[in-house]
């Protein structure tokens, strides 16, 4: 089992700034975690693939409406992975969730098994 928590969300004017963190604990996390990934979903609409990252940190991908202003890293001593949104848009407002796969490239939210339960991020004009 991998447990996921994130924190971070909250109420932003545009051009602002927030910083995300998805805590992963859970006994099969170091066997099972290949990848983690920040999601989002505005009302109405499905949920988008925003950035994931792989297990050593090497390797990060992003979505190309956010790329150039989120960046997410991981501190592997905390089990904890960070999205830095910088330049933030109204068209950023969602509900972020973290999920984990054991996948070593994955974009589809289907191939994500585990999930956090989402921390909402309001970006006003």
């Known amino acids: 089992q991998v447990q996921l928590v994130e924190s971070g969300g909250g109420l932003v004017q545009a051009g602002g700034s927030l910083r995300l963190s998805c805590a992963a604990s859970g006994r099969s996390f170091s066997s099972y975690v290949n990848v983690i990934a920040w999601f989002r979903q505005a009302p109405g609409t499905e949920r988008e693939f925003v950035a994931y990252i792989n297990r050593s940190g090497g390797t990060t991908v992003y979505a190309d409406s956010v790329k150039g202003r989120f960046t997410i890293s991981r501190d592997n001593a905390e089990n904890t992975v960070y999205l830095q949104m910088n330049s933030l848009k109204p068209a950023d407002t969602a509900v972020y969730y973290c999920?984990?796969?054991?996948?070593?490239?994955?974009?589809?939210?289907?191939?994500?098994?585990?999930w956090g339960q989402g921390t909402q991020v309001t970006v006003s004009s």
């Open positions: 999920a984990a796969t054991h996948y070593s490239v994955a974009y589809d939210a289907g191939d994500y098994r585990y």
